[in-house]
């Protein structure tokens, strides 16, 4: 077991380009890390990396090597897998990533309950707005909240989310309520955008009669955070477009408002995404499918008579 651990530290080593990512990843230091690398390069006779004090990059028997090793620790998941599935016994450990505000209102009070069923089955759970790789980031499922153009990964459609502009009581009578997002753009409203490192756009898609089109729009406050273009929001700082479920109880009782109704946003999607070899694995499957029922049936509570209100769909 021993050289599968070094073998799993060298791959993830080499896909992280890091010494203490990897060592983070693996749950050890990056001593045990360097040591185990050490010990499969002395193994091999071969260094795998070039390493300095500022840098670390695979040689070219590291490369060559990666996809060997890549195969090999692959062949054993879907050994296990198979064993596992004949068993139903499953255990292991899953690697989750989801956004912010799904996975802090669907999925991380979920998470215990789905451990109570499947003793065995460990989950690591990472919550950001960013953008994940999924295969770099060795992870067994990453929920993704928008429309995915093309992808090399499995998907899974959860639901379909409708989105909304909204503001807050205080903010529409200091500035007005827009009517559309010509408006917006005009009267250059602050528009609370979610932007993270390599977003390249201060755009919105919203609905028109002609079809979707993108608003230039402007605005003093940004973040990474979705909660946190929220909580500005309700301060009155600015107008926010939301999925309707994560305003729906803003909306109900008046703290936030609709705004610039005649264009409203385009709807998005919460998918699931998975490497296509991580599906055969019995823990997987088990994880996406708790966790879609639940996600399915909590959305459909929060927007519960708020979809006519809320969102209408494209001008005639």
Not at 106 to 130: C, E, H
Not at 167 to 193: E, K, Q, T
Request: proline share 7%; charged share 25%; glycine share 8%.
């Amino acid at each position: 077991m021993s050289y599968v651990n070094n073998l799993k530290m060298f791959v993830r080593v080499y896909e992280l380009g890091s010494m203490s990512a990897a060592a983070r990843d693996q749950r050890t230091s990056p001593a045990v890390a360097s040591a185990r690398i050490s010990e499969l390069e002395k193994h091999l006779g071969v260094r795998l990396f070039s390493r300095t004090t500022r840098s670390l990059q695979p040689t070219e028997n590291g490369r060559i090597f990666y996809e060997g090793a890549r195969k090999v620790l692959d062949a054993i998941d879907e050994a296990e897998a198979a064993v596992m599935d004949v068993t139903q016994n499953p255990r292991g450990t899953i690697h989750v990533s989801a956004p912010l505000g799904i996975g802090r209102r669907f999925i991380a009070p979920q998470v215990p309950l789905f451990k109570d069923g499947y003793p065995q089955i460990d989950v690591r759970l990472r919550l950001s707005d960013r953008s994940i790789d999924v295969t770099a980031e060795g992870l067994d499922v990453a929920f993704h909240l928008g429309i995915l153009e093309d992808s090399t990964l499995k998907v899974r459609l959860i639901a379909d989310c409708p989105r909304i502009l909204c503001a807050a009581p205080a903010y529409i009578a200091r500035r007005g309520n827009p009517a559309d997002g010509a408006a917006l753009v005009s009267d250059r409203h602050d528009c609370l955008n979610l932007r993270f490192p390599g977003a390249k756009e201060f755009q919105w898609t919203l609905q028109t009669a002609e079809g979707p089109r993108r608003f230039e729009i402007l605005g003093p406050f940004e973040s990474d955070d979705g909660d946190v273009l929220t909580g500005w929001a309700l301060d009155g700082r600015g107008i926010v477009m939301k999925p309707l479920f994560e305003v729906a109880e803003y909306l109900r009782d008046g703290r936030l408002v609709p705004v610039a109704t005649a264009t409203p946003p385009m709807p998005t999607q919460l998918s699931c995404l998975s490497q296509h070899r991580r599906l055969r694995d019995p823990k997987v499957r088990l994880f996406t499918d708790f966790m879609a029922g639940h996600i399915r049936e909590e959305m459909r509570r929060a927007m519960q008579g708020l979809e006519g209100r809320f969102s209408p769909g494209p001008p005639a």
